[in-house]
Structures are given as structure tokens and as C-alpha cells.
């Protein structure tokens, strides 16, 4: 006979759950041992949350040392693409000039004007000759920022030297040629030379000389967004600073993952000349990456479970505070929807942003029909526009009656009643004024039983004025005249003796009447003196 003891071990551990097998080990370690592990797993999730964060943080530097780098290479290669464009624009204007001198249709004091045009107009052009066929200067015009040492004079031949030669190789190519002098130390930086040749009849007549600050070229023709991010600098094929300021090269430190300088530089080719934009980037990211992780990792771990506890307990707080916040707006809505009072919200432009259900039964207009409406309207009269838009504007200015005012209201289905506003300010919870809250209710009713009152009034008034009798009313105990007929004032005036002289004469005849016979047709005789 097999046990169940016996039964239970023949089934192979394969077959048994997982989740089984995890509780049977765990039910049979000691208490301390459990302890043990209890305490040793939050050191192994804080370890993993570590080499987390140490992954990713690799893995974003060098993804951030990627972006940079690429954006680097976009942003040089577009103010290269911006310097080109800037320097073809300069010399189509001096080809155009050129063509204008070949053609003769300029003089000397329209070379001038030209020459001082774009001088002044485009920095970077520094000067601009007009050299005839034998290599002599016939006139000049420079910018006043140019050194005296940099000017050229009227008549004087050219000396021998770059700008020499370059005369000479564009008197053989009849092409633009643009030459750079040799840089020598301690001098300024030379300027950037255009020479284009001038032809007349087919016969070469000498070659206008177009001169740029490279300094300037630099500072006006690299896009300021490109200056602000990177240090840019301009050099020429043999890697001559010709303008910017370079910064010193960074060497790797001793931690593997900080990045050396991003530089990237791209060539400028013009016809005879090559110059060199080159950009560093003033940063690499993540230049606090080292042995400051790992404090971070270890406060942000100890944060973290104080955070979640906090977190936990401030959710409580915040169900706890949610669920009045619901019950008390359901309350309130409650308490807006049985009201009969018409409510509504302006907001400072007079845009409505808020009706209850008595202002859309009153005006027959659903909520989403009046919500997000501006002056004029729908609820307003199409012959009073102009009146409740005056009433609005004190509305909204603060001038309304405390009295409240009276308005025509227009239904929806086109009947119109009388109703009163009532306005006051609508406070936020800072204190800041937000608005206008109206309350309007229907008074058509009251103001009919009113006119039809003083239209009774009026016609008691006739019926009294046209008796032949003497009629004047006063309050007991007083010597106010309410009321007086026109006979009673044909006899006693506006003065209350007349009515007094009355009562007295009446108190007299009561006196004399039998006890049976009420004289003063039910007066309160007994006040009565």
C-alpha cells in the first residue's frame, strides 16, 4: 500500500507549478532567513535600478554626442551654403559695375557713387579700384573703418605682389579671380581680393578690384544662430586663422565616456582661392557624467521610497478631498437646478461662459446655443439692440444699479417678457476679478398687476375729483393730507384744517345720533376724539 506522502513524491518536479514550487521553498526557510531575503531583495532592485540608470545614461551621451555631432555638420554646412550665396551676391554686384565701366555708360562720379554704395550698405566690403589696362589706379573708393596703411591712391601703379599677379592672371583668363595676400605676423589679416576684368571692343581695359574683410564676412554672413551655439572660424587652405576666435582643443579625461570636441569644417571654393569654415562646439552633453551617478542613483533610490509612501498618503488625502469636492458640486447643482432664478457667467469681454436651467427655460435656448456667444445676443430684441448694449457696457464696467435693471428679453420661439438683472463680480480663488455673475428673474407678472393698479388708481382719482362732494383722506393721529378732492381744495386749500373741521363736525352728529344708528358708517369711533 503507497502512502500519500509516497504519492505526492513520485510526480515529477517538472509537472508541478512554478508558483508552487516558489511557496513550498520559501515556507521552508527559517523566519530569520526570510528576514534575510526580505531585506536583501530591496538591495537587489536598488542595485538593478542603479545599472538602469548607468545603461541609460551611457546609452543617451553617446546618442547625444550623435545629435550634436549631426547638427554640427547641418548647421556648418548651411552658414557654408549662406557665405557662398553672400559672396555671389557681392560679386554679381561688382560684374555688374564691371559691365556698366566696360560699356562706358559710367563716369567717375558715378563709379564713386556706386563704389560708396556698397561700401556702406554691405560691411564687408571694404573697398572697391578701378585699375586700367596698364596696371595704374584710376580711381578708389574705401570704407572709412579701412586703414590708412590698406587704402589705395589715385595714380599710383600697382606694386609687385599678389594683387600684381592676380592682375596679370586675369588680364591671360579674362575670368573673376579671387586672391587672398599671405598672412604675416603681427600685421592685420589682409583683405579677401575680387579682381574682375573690364573689356572694351573685345580688348581687355584693366580690372576692377573688389575688396572684403574676412572678419566681417564671417560676423554677417554666418548665421547668428550658428555663432551663438558653436565657435566659428574662417581659414584658409593652410589652416591660417583668418578670423573668429578658436577654442583650446579638450583632451579626454580619465573617465571613458567623456566625449572629445565635436569639430567639423567645410571648404568655401571660390575661382582661385579656397577658404575653410570650421566650427567647434562650445560643449560636449553630459560633462557631470563619473562617479556623481552613483550618488545620484543611491538619494534618488532612498527618495524614490520615501516619495512613493508620500505619494500613497497624499492620494488618500486627494480621493478623500475629490469626493467632497463631487458631493458639494453635485449639491450646489442641485440647489441652481430647483432655483427659478435665471443665472449667467460673462467673463471680462462679455463672452457668456455659464447658464443654468431656469436662464435656458427662460429664454427657451438650450446651453450650447448661449455658452461661448458674444454681444449682441440671441435673447435680445431686435428693436432694443442698442439699448442693452449700453446696459451691458455699465455692466461690464462695473456701473450697474444695485436696484438691479430692467430688460426686454426675447424668447426663442419669439414672444418677449420683462425681466430684472441683478449683477455682481465674479472672484477667482487668487482674488483676481474674472467676470460678471447676472441673476435675472421674470417680472412680466408683477409689472401688469402694478399698471393694472395704477390704472385703477387713476380712475378712482377721476370718479372722486368729479363728485360735488368735499373728499380728503389723512392718516389717524396725524396732520399729513393723503388725498383732497378738487372741491375740497376749491373750499380749504392744500391744509388739513378743512379735514379736521370735518371730523369734529362728525364727532358732533355721532354725539346726537341714537344709540342704534352707527353715524359714521362703521368708522373706528372710538380713537376718535
Request: with cysteine; glycine share 6%; hydrophobic share 40%.
Amino acid at each position: 500500500m503507497v502512502s500519500p506522502h509516497m504519492r505526492a513524491e513520485a510526480i515529477p518536479l517538472s509537472e508541478q507549478l512554478p508558483s508552487r514550487r516558489w511557496r513550498r521553498w520559501w515556507r521552508e526557510l527559517s523566519p530569520h532567513r526570510q528576514d534575510r531575503f526580505a531585506a536583501l531583495a530591496p538591495l537587489v532592485s536598488v542595485f538593478l535600478f542603479f545599472v538602469a540608470i548607468a545603461a541609460s545614461f551611457w546609452y543617451l551621451h553617446s546618442q547625444e554626442i550623435e545629435r550634436e555631432r549631426k547638427a554640427l555638420q547641418r548647421d556648418v554646412e548651411y552658414a557654408q551654403q549662406r557665405l557662398r550665396l553672400r559672396l555671389s551676391e557681392r560679386q554679381e554686384q561688382v560684374m555688374r559695375i564691371a559691365r556698366d565701366l566696360s560699356a562706358q555708360g559710367l563716369n567717375d562720379s558715378d563709379f564713386a557713387i556706386q563704389a560708396d554704395l556698397m561700401t556702406t550698405q554691405y560691411p564687408e566690403g571694404q573697398a572697391l579700384t578701378w585699375i586700367d589696362e596698364t596696371g595704374r589706379v584710376r580711381i578708389s573708393q574705401s570704407a572709412p573703418t579701412l586703414a590708412g596703411g590698406q587704402m589705395r591712391l589715385t595714380g599710383e601703379l600697382l606694386r609687385p605682389g599678389p594683387t600684381q599677379e592676380g592682375f596679370r592672371q586675369v588680364q591671360q583668363l579674362e575670368q573673376p579671380v579671387y586672391l587672398l595676400p599671405e598672412l604675416v605676423p603681427d600685421k592685420p589679416v589682409p583683405l579677401l581680393q575680387l579682381q574682375v576684368p573690364l573689356t572694351t571692343h573685345d580688348r581687355f581695359a584693366g580690372v576692377l578690384l573688389a575688396e572684403y574683410s574676412v572678419d566681417s564676412l564671417l560676423r554677417y554672413g554666418t548665421p547668428t544662430e550658428v555663432l551663438s551655439r558653436y565657435a566659428v572660424t574662417l581659414v584658409n587652405a593652410q589652416h591660417q586663422l583668418l578670423a573668429g576666435s578658436p577654442l583650446e582643443p579638450r583632451t579626454r579625461a580619465f573617465f571613458p565616456w567623456r566625449s572629445p570636441t565635436n569639430v567639423y569644417q567645410a571648404p568655401i571654393v571660390l575661382p582661385g582661392q579656397t577658404l575653410v569654415l570650421r566650427a567647434q562646439a562650445y560643449r560636449t552633453s553630459l560633462g557631470v557624467v563619473g562617479s556623481r551617478l552613483f550618488w545620484l542613483v543611491g538619494a534618488l533610490s532612498i527618495m524614490t521610497a520615501w516619495l512613493l509612501l508620500g505619494t500613497w498618503r497624499h492620494t488618500r488625502r486627494r480621493m478623500q478631498a475629490q469626493e467632497a469636492l463631487i458631493a458639494e458640486t453635485n449639491f450646489r447643482r442641485a440647489m441652481e437646478n430647483s432655483i427659478l432664478t435665471g443665472m449667467r457667467a460673462l467673463d471680462l469681454e462679455g463672452r457668456i461662459t455659464y447658464v443654468n436651467a431656469a436662464f435656458c427655460q427662460m429664454t427657451g435656448w438650450s446651453t450650447e446655443e448661449l455658452v461661448g456667444q458674444t454681444p449682441p445676443y440671441s435673447y435680445w430684441p431686435e428693436s432694443e439692440r442698442n439699448s442693452q448694449q449700453s446696459k451691458l457696457h455699465e455692466e461690464l464696467s462695473g456701473k450697474a444699479v444695485p436696484g438691479g435693471l430692467q430688460v426686454r428679453v426675447q424668447r426663442k420661439s419669439g414672444t418677449v417678457f420683462d425681466a430684472r438683472l441683478y449683477v455682481s463680480p465674479l472672484i477667482d480663488g487668487h482674488g483676481r476679478h474674472t467676470g460678471w455673475m447676472t441673476s435675472m428673474t421674470d417680472i412680466t407678472e408683477p409689472n401688469r398687476v402694478r399698471e393694472q393698479l395704477v390704472a385703477s388708481h387713476e380712475r378712482f382719482t377721476i370718479v372722486l375729483e368729479s363728485l360735488d362732494a368735499s373728499v380728503s383722506v389723512a392718516p389717524l393721529g396725524s396732520k399729513e393730507l393723503l388725498f383732497a378732492n378738487r372741491l375740497y381744495r376749491q373750499w380749504f386749500g392744500s391744509l388739513t384744517e378743512g379735514h379736521l373741521q370735518l371730523v369734529a363736525q362728525a364727532g358732533v352728529v355721532h354725539a346726537e345720533a341714537p344709540d342704534d344708528e352707527d353715524s359714521f358708517m362703521g368708522f373706528p369711533s372710538h380713537t376718535m376724539t
